[in-house]
């Protein structure tokens, strides 16, 4: 982790209004992000972790423009994101990628992997002609553990985890320098959570991008992230190196956060040690 | 234990699914017995039986194209899969209930608390509205929903995805069942919030002696809440065992696997053990084994089905080398 702040986030704040149950013109205030401040370091990987509700994901939405809300600042190459309008924000795109949640929601159903995968080398014109862009997408596919034939396929002739290889092809096709996965393997069976999880580790290790890793789950933090940021309601309550937030939790909130989870009593390495791909097919 | 002591025992079931006019095997012999009070966690990953074993417990496939080919479900000391659709109704809801994953789609969203508590308890029991009102409150009450004369009028979406847990929960205990089967049923909670019905779940197991079936995906939440544990995959129970026996003596590869895809909370590891490859498709099984394909421990006798293997008390593993893994172990 190096010295420079590449995105730099102050004191963002963020207030839906939504239209009251009680009556139709009283409005309620939802106050989803409060103060919130943290930077991210070149080739870091930072983790939001917090219950439903507590304003990590809106705070990954409104980095990548995908929310219009929020007072504050969120500098990003010496500029300020959050007042930059989408024309203008729109050359970044290309630096910060985002992978989602739900395979099955985040792919076009009707383009074929090639053609989902294409889009952003054409759109940021990275290649020149579509037997280029094959090359460069038989190569990635590769690298996340699936077959060049992939390419022709569509999206529902895969699997979940497979899925989720195709949206981390997608992201990391453009090279980007920062990565906002928000619960990106949440809807994951266990087996292939590990599989995924060892692949975005590798990836991210392999190409130094930064990641804002978006989850509740603490043992999937734990596994991936150099430091955490703990919110509850809107705020963070706690920031800390990895290691800091599990052995010595200093909020309440951290703490009993920690001792809610279910643990597994002893645990043997019995399998043999698998590459740095750990597993993957 | 004998036959006559088990408040539910499974035995052979064999479950199919209709699929362009032909019989494809979900749930493929599966046997295992529930005593009063006790709590059995079955631990699987999406496609691997589980929630249909529960929903063929229940009674809750008429209508579907999923049949049930084959096998018995004794429920005190009745073979269920014998009886009348009539005679499934009322047990239904009575002396077992289910509780399930999403708490918003399960209660009906028009109608108050109360009255969906108070309609099951209407159902099973020959009791005036103002008694099944009175018991409605004190369901609340058990399940410590607070303020519960006042919540008892709310409607689903007036509460927390905890509390309309506790609702559900507090209906599936409306008529004290024998047996509670609860799929996933935190599945969708917070972690501190899955903490607290968890809890209260065993709670009301030691006051009723309720007998639980808990499904879950998370083998955390299975440890710290059941006496027993079956591991499903493919269909079949590869792994059954006391909880503490299962994790002494780890058993199954799949198992092992399942364990190691975890990461740690209270270790660094730099990459974890992942289990390779993917769940089969159900209409490309493998011979044998069904694990075998992802299996590191995998050689040709696995194309032959694996017996049963005991490795200590009542801890079985479905694997050939289920006796050779101990060893390599110690």
Redesign the interface.
């Known amino acids: 982790m190096s010295a420079n702040p590449f995105l730099e986030v102050n004191n963002l704040n963020v207030v839906f209004h939504t239209k009251s149950?009680s009556g139709m013109f009283n409005k309620e205030h939802n106050h989803a992000v409060k103060n919130v401040s943290f930077s991210v370091y070149e080739g870091e990987v930072l983790s939001l972790v917090g219950?439903?509700g507590c304003g990590k994901t809106t705070i990954g939405r409104v980095i990548t423009h995908l929310e219009h809300a929020g007072t504050g600042e969120i500098i990003y190459a010496g500029q300020n994101i959050l007042t930059m309008s989408d024309t203008r924000f729109r050359p970044l795109r290309k630096q910060i990628q985002m992978i989602f949640q739900d395979p099955y929601a985040s792919l076009n159903p009707r383009l074929t992997v090639e053609k989902t995968l294409s889009e952003p080398l054409f759109i940021h014109k990275l290649v020149k002609n579509r037997s280029d862009a094959r090359t460069k997408i038989a190569a990635m596919l590769n690298e996340v553990g699936l077959n060049a034939e992939a390419m022709d396929r569509y999206p529902h002739e895969f699997?979940g985890?497979?899925r989720q290889r195709i949206g981390i092809a997608r992201v990391m096709m453009v090279q980007p320098r920062l990565i906002i996965a928000d619960e990106a393997v949440s809807a994951l069976?266990?087996?292939?959570?590990?599989?995924v999880?060892?692949l975005l580790?590798q990836l991210q290790r392999s190409s130094g991008v930064a990641m804002l890793f978006i989850s509740?789950d603490?043992?999937?933090v734990?596994?991936i992230s150099d430091r955490i940021a703990v919110m509850y309601q809107g705020e963070i309550v706690e920031l800390n190196e990895t290691?800091q937030i599990?052995e010595q939790p200093q909020h309440e909130y951290t703490q009993?956060?920690?001792s809610?989870?279910?643990?597994?009593?002893?645990?043997?390495?019995?399998?043999?040690?698998?590459s740095?791909n750990?597993?993957?097919? | 234990m004998s036959k006559a002591e088990a408040l539910l025992r499974v035995e052979n079931l064999n479950i199919a699914i209709l699929e362009n006019k032909q019989l494809q095997p979900v749930v493929r012999g599966i046997s295992f017995d529930l005593h009063t009070g006790e709590t059995l966690g079955i631990v699987g990953e999406s496609g691997s039986g589980k929630s249909l074993t529960a929903l063929a417990i229940m009674g809750l496939l008429t209508g579907t194209p999923i049949r049930i080919t084959g096998g018995h479900i004794w429920f005190k000391g009745e073979d269920l899969l014998q009886q009348s659709k009539a005679q499934r109704r009322a047990l239904m809801g009575n002396a077992m209930a289910m509780i399930f994953q999403e708490p918003m789609t399960s209660l009906n969203p028009v109608y108050r608390i109360g009255d969906q508590i108070i309609e099951t308890i209407k159902q099973h029991q020959n009791i005036n509205a103002n008694g099944a009102r009175k018991r409605a409150l004190e369901l609340l009450d058990m399940v410590k929903i607070p303020d519960a004369t006042h919540r008892i009028d709310h409607y689903p979406h007036q509460l927390s995805g905890g509390q309309r847990q506790r609702v559900m929960i507090a209906m599936a205990l409306a008529c004290d069942p024998d047996l509670l089967i609860a799929d996933e049923p935190t599945t969708a909670l917070d972690v501190t919030v899955q903490k607290e019905i968890l809890e209260l779940m065993a709670e009301l197991q030691r006051t009723t002696g309720t007998a639980i079936i808990l499904i879950s995906h998370d083998l955390g939440v299975i440890t710290q809440t059941c006496d027993s544990v079956a591991v499903m995959y493919c269909g079949k129970i590869v792994e059954s065992s006391s909880t503490k026996n299962l994790f002494d003596r780890l058993g199954h590869p799949y198992t092992r696997g399942l364990i190691n895809s975890i990461p740690p909370l209270d270790n660094d590891i730099e990459w974890l053990n992942a289990i390779p490859g993917q769940v089969p498709a159900l209409n490309a099984l493998p011979t044998g084994c069904p694990f075998q394909p992802r299996c590191y421990h995998a050689q040709d006798q696995c194309n032959q089905a694996p017996p049963l293997t005991l490795i200590d008390d009542e801890h079985k593993v479905r694997c050939h080398f289920a006796v050779q893994l101990q060893s390599s172990d110690s």
Do not use: C, Y
């Open positions: 149950a219950e439903s699997s985890g497979q069976d266990v087996s292939i959570q590990a599989q999880l060892n580790k509740h603490l043992a999937v734990r596994h290691r599990f009993r956060l920690l809610s989870i279910p643990v597994i009593p002893s645990r043997k390495n019995i399998e043999p040690t698998l740095s750990g597993g993957m097919l």
